[in-house]
C-alpha cells in the first residue's frame, strides 16, 4: 500500500509551520510520530494535499516540570516521557498508561500530543487526560487556545481543533498528595487496542472515607469516558464491598450501544467495565496512603 501524492513541508521552525497550516488548513496533515497518520494515508482513508512534517521544530520536544501540571512539547515521543526520571518519581500513573501503548518500537516514534489530538476512544492518553481534567494547548497563527480535556473530544477521531491549529503542548496534572491510583485494559494480545480498559484516582480524607474520586474509562464510546455518576458514588464511602458492587453496576451503563463490532459486544464491554472497576478500585484505595504517588 501507498500513500497518495501529497506535498511535503519541513518548516524549522514553529511560526513557519502555523504560517504554513494558516495557508492550507483544512488540505493539511500534521506529521508527528506518524504511527496512526501513516495507516491512514497508506489505506487511502486520509488524503492531504499536504504533509506539514513538526519533527524539526526543536522547541515542541520538551518534558517540562510546572507546579500543577506535566507538561510535553507535540514532538515529544512517548518513550522519552516513559523513561524520564522526573515522571516516573513524580507521576508513576502516566508511565503506567504509557507502557501499554502498543509496543516499545510503537512508543519509540508516537508522540503524547499526536495520540490525543488523533483521539481514538480506544486510546490510553486520551482517557487519562480526561481523567486527570488535563489541557490541550493548540496554537494558530493568530491565537492561543487552552482547551480542557472535557472539551476537546467531541466524537470518534473528532476533536475541538481547528482547521488551522495544531496541539503544541499537552498538560498532564500532577496526581493529589497521597492519592492511590490505579489502571488496567483487557486486550486479545499484548499491544493490541484494548476492548476496554479503566484508570482511578482515589484521595481519602482524615476520617477514612473517600474525598475524592475520578474515573475514566476507554474503548466503551467515542470519546473517553468519565464516571461522574460512579465518583459521586465513591465520595463519602470507605468503599465497602456494597459499594464497589454499586459502582461496577453503574459504570456498566457508560458503555455506548455503538461500540459494537467484530471484536466484542456491547454487552460484553459492559462485563469488562463491571469487572474492571471492580478490581481497580480496591487497588486505588490500597494505595491512597502512598508518599509516592505524584504530589507537586
Given amino acids: 500500500m501507498k500513500p497518495p501524492r501529497f506535498q511535503y513541508c519541513a518548516p524549522r521552525l514553529l511560526d513557519d509551520a502555523l504560517d504554513l497550516l494558516d495557508r492550507y488548513a483544512e488540505e493539511a496533515k500534521i506529521l508527528a510520530g506518524g504511527q496512526s497518520l501513516m495507516p491512514l ?10 504533509l506539514l512534517d513538526i519533527n524539526r521544530l526543536s522547541e515542541l520536544h520538551y518534558i517540562e516540570e510546572e507546579a500543577d501540571y506535566l507538561a510535553i512539547g507535540a514532538v ?4 522519552q516521557v516513559e523513561r524520564s526520571p522526573a515522571v516516573q518519581q513524580r507521576h508513576p500513573l502516566l508511565v503506567e498508561v504509557i507502557r501499554h501503548i502498543g509496543h516499545f518500537q510503537i512508543r519509540n516514534r508516537g508522540t503524547v500530543a499526536g495520540s490525543i489530538a488523533h483521539a481514538d476512544p480506544a486510546a490510553e492518553l486520551p482517557a487519562l487526560l ?14 492561543e487556545r487552552l ?14 481543533l481547528r482547521p488551522d491549529e495544531m496541539v503544541t ?22 499491544g493490541d487496542y484494548a476492548l476496554a480498559g479503566a484508570i482511578v484516582v482515589l484521595t481519602a480524607g482524615p476520617d477514612g472515607r473517600c474525598s475524592s474520586a475520578r474515573l475514566s474509562y476507554l474503548g466503551i464510546a467515542p470519546v473517553p469516558q468519565r464516571a461522574s455518576a460512579v465518583e459521586a458514588l465513591l465520595i463519602g464511602s470507605r468503599l465497602e464491598p456494597a459499594t464497589l458492587e454499586e459502582a461496577a453496576e453503574a459504570a456498566r451503563s457508560l458503555v455506548s450501544e455503538e461500540m459494537q463490532d467484530i471484536h466484542a459486544t456491547a454487552e460484553y464491554r459492559r462485563e469488562l467495565v463491571a469487572e474492571l472497576t471492580r478490581r481497580l478500585l480496591p487497588l486505588a484505595w490500597s494505595r491512597c496512603s502512598s508518599t509516592h504517588s505524584g504530589s507537586a
Fill in 169 to 190: 503542548e499537552v498538560r498532564i496534572p500532577w496526581l493529589p498528595p497521597a492519592a492511590g491510583w490505579a489502571f488496567a485494559e483487557f486486550a486479545r494480545r499484548s
Fill in 130 to 143: 480526561r481523567c486527570l481534567d488535563g489541557t490541550v494547548v493548540a496554537q494558530s497563527a493568530r491565537s
Fill in 147 to 160: 482547551l480542557p480535556a472535557a472539551d476537546f473530544f467531541q466524537g470518534y477521531l473528532t476533536t475541538e
Fill in 41 to 50: 494515508l497508506n489505506m487511502r482513508l486520509a488524503r492531504p494535499a499536504y
Fill in 76 to 79: 515529544t515521543r512517548q518513550r
